[in-house]
């Protein structure tokens, strides 16, 4: 019975013409501005793609020296481009490189606050704080990183249109559920129901939430798709940690 009014509360929204229109119109515009958005100032995406693919070709041990070796000859042969380039894929390669020390150092860090001196003035806040990080990263130890494609994950998931986007399509999918029965005349017909007004919220609600989990796949399966026809495709294999900007997470 739920799963019939959520159908039919979906039916409102979902089977106007205008509104998968948009949904259609939307949903080609964010991948367009996305698929022609400049990677960096200093590369373009044939540049990104020719890299990845020349890392990509080598086994995974070997890729570390090759992307030190093809920094330093970049930096030697003063080319500017190429070695912001490579010196991006470095850095990213120095971070997965310490990350054990990373580790280390929140583990070191959690037991330098158990010994608590009465003269101490550390906040008891930020003792817990500590506490509960290293707690949070000890599953974590020994994890091994590897270099992955981080330029189509980023690209993928960090697009503040898709973002705005996805949340205006809530807000109007919000505002038709609230308003249909006004505009239909029909609120005299819903006390009397089965389960009454309750049953008739839980509905919109199952639906909304519903509409959100389907947008959030749309969207964002979208932006990953033209990330991975922009950059190459991405390691779902890998550690989070491994892409560039997730090395925290835990």
Same mark, same amino acid.
């Given at each position: ?20 229109? &948009? ?10 501005? #996305? ?22 070709s080598l086994p995974a041990p070997a890729r570390g020296a090759y992307i030190r070796t093809a920094h330093r000859q970049a ?52 003792? #817990?704080?500590?506490?509960?990080? &290293? ?58 129901? #089965? ?7 839980? &509905? ?7 509409? %959100? ?35 925290? %997470?835990?």
């Amino acid at each position: 019975m739920m799963w019939t009014q959520i159908k039919d509360e979906l039916g409102k929204v979902c089977g106007r013409g205008s509104f998968v229109l &948009a949904l259609c119109v939307l949903l080609g515009l964010t991948g367009a501005l #996305r698929y022609a958005g400049a990677p960096s100032p200093y590369a373009d995406r044939a540049a990104y793609v020719s890299a990845y693919e020349q890392i990509d070709s080598l086994p995974a041990p070997a890729r570390g020296a090759y992307i030190r070796t093809a920094h330093r000859q970049a930096q030697e042969a003063g080319d500017v481009w190429n070695n912001m380039l490579w010196g991006e894929f470095a850095a990213e390669l120095d971070a997965i490189d310490g990350y054990p020390r990373y580790l280390d150092d929140i583990r070191a860090r959690a037991e330098d606050s158990t010994q608590i001196s009465i003269f101490s003035e550390d906040d008891p806040f930020i003792r #817990r704080s500590v506490q509960k990080t &290293a707690e949070a990263f000890r599953p974590l130890t020994g994890r091994v990183l590897s270099f992955v494609n981080s330029r189509t994950f980023r690209e993928a998931t960090d697009f503040p249109a898709t973002d705005v986007t996805v949340v205006m399509l809530l807000l109007y999918m919000v505002m038709t559920l609230v308003v249909f029965e006004k505009e239909k005349g029909l609120f005299v017909l819903i006390k009397p129901l #089965r389960e009454g007004r309750s049953g008739f919220i839980r &509905a919109k609600i199952g639906a909304l939430a519903l509409a %959100s989990a389907l947008l959030t796949a749309l969207f964002w399966g979208g932006q990953f798709w033209v990330a991975a026809l922009k950059y190459g495709p991405v390691r779902l294999d890998a550690c989070l940690q491994s892409v560039s900007g997730y090395l925290g %997470s835990a």
